[in-house]
């Protein structure tokens, strides 16, 4: 008789079955993808975590202003974030998660402004 590659119990039902039930396969199917380290999920999770990290370190005071290339040369990656907020002046922020960022230029030079999340950006 088989047995569940998940959970280990018995099958029975059609002969080529593999797995016991749906959640069975499911679990199986989503530990092996979480172990490989190759899912998009995994990959998004860090790339969005490591730019929280690099927001953080460079913005101690809740607003500050640093060269885009200086973010660039820590990993960061513009294109990964959670939300934005748009101010009164039209201005978006990507944030990733409490901390945000706002490209510009200054004298030529990309920039990047940095904001922590604030209650008033609720609305």
């Known amino acids: 008789m088989k047995t569940c590659p998940s959970c280990g119990k ?3 039902g059609r002969i080529d079955k593999k797995f016991c039930s749906g959640y069975c396969k499911s679990s199986y199917h989503y530990v092996a993808n979480r172990d ?3 899912s998009l999920f995994k990959t998004i999770d860090v790339k969005l975590k490591s730019n929280r990290r ?3 370190e460079y913005n101690k005071g809740g607003k500050a202003t640093v060269r885009k290339s200086v973010l660039l040369s820590e990993g960061f990656d513009s294109k990964y974030f959670t ?3 748009k101010n009164n002046k039209g201005q978006v922020y990507l944030f990733c998660y409490e901390f945000g960022f706002l490209a510009t ?3 030529e030079i990309e920039k ?3 904001v922590q999340w604030q209650p ?4």
């Open 36 to 38: 490989s380290g190759k």
């Open 105 to 107: 230029k200054e004298h």
């Open 83 to 85: 939300h934005y907020w």
């Open 10 to 12: 018995e099958i029975t």
């Open 54 to 56: 690099i927001l953080k």
């Open 120 to 123: 008033y950006m609720e609305t």
């Open 112 to 114: 990047f402004v940095l």
